[in-house]
């Protein structure tokens, strides 16, 4: 059965409960020359609805993002093909040790509780993580991939 693309408009709560539940995105950060830089990441919400990203000071979605804190980030269902949000914001990069409270709502926000949080910050500061913390300006409708209704295959 062929399927119709869809989009659907959401109020911020709307928004931050699709987001809650999916953890794969492609962050967008400005390169020094203006041009784009895509990244893949592993997202979460952090306790004031913030979207986060944990990093390293060096990665170039890190030095960009310190640069032009100006992000979008699209994140995806775990199906490929399932729905999706792109979203607007501004990006401020948190370093240790500055960043091991964020760094444990990042980990809460996608897996829940750690068997051991005093492993999981010492961890975090043996490997000198940063964490990107997205506040969400705007947002495009949640969306679906498929035929534009106007191009029904089944008509």
Not at 21 to 38: E, F, I, K, M, N
Request: hydrophobic share 35%; proline share 8%.
């Amino acid at each position: 059965m062929p399927r119709i693309a869809s989009t659907t408009t959401v109020d911020r709560a709307a928004l931050l409960e699709f987001l809650r539940t999916r953890h794969r995105g492609v962050l967008v950060t400005t390169r020094s020359d203006g041009a784009p830089q895509l990244s893949p990441v592993t997202c979460g919400l952090d306790p004031h609805g913030r979207i986060v990203v944990s990093t390293y000071p060096g990665r170039a979605k890190t030095r960009n993002a310190r640069r032009d804190p100006r992000v979008s980030i699209c994140v995806l269902s775990d199906e490929f093909d399932e729905a999706y949000v792109q979203v607007d914001g501004q990006a401020e990069v948190i370093d240790m040790p500055a960043a091991l409270d964020g760094l444990v709502d990042y980990y809460r926000g996608i897996a829940g509780e750690h068997p051991d949080w005093d492993d999981y910050r010492s961890a975090m500061a043996r490997q000198d993580k940063s964490l990107i913390r997205i506040t969400i300006e705007r947002w495009g409708p949640i969306a679906t991939g498929g035929f534009p209704p106007e191009h029904d295959p089944a008509d």
